[in-house]
């Protein structure tokens, strides 16, 4: 898994609060959507579903995290 990332998201408004390029920190999914992956992303996060897939050649999967277990950091 040397090729695997992660990214979180806050699904209120689609900001991305984590990822590896520090450049997308901050922005949101639409904002990004050059990115044919994130554009991906947006959409099935928009429709509501979290499953498993494929987008884009990649192997995307979900977990919604509570909350609650988030600090919040502003």
């Not at 099935?44 to 579903?49: R, S």
């Not at 979290?50 to 919604?64: A, D, H, K, P, R």
């Amino acid at each position: 898994m040397e090729d695997a990332a992660a990214f979180l998201v806050d699904t209120s408004d689609n900001r991305i609060l984590s990822h590896r390029s520090s450049a997308l920190v901050g922005s949101t999914l639409e904002s990004a959507a050059s990115d044919p992956l994130m554009q991906s992303v947006a959409e099935k996060l928009d429709a509501g579903d979290l499953e498993t897939t494929i987008l884009n050649g990649y192997q995307v999967s979900f977990e919604q995290v509570d909350a609650s277990n988030v600090r919040d950091y502003e």
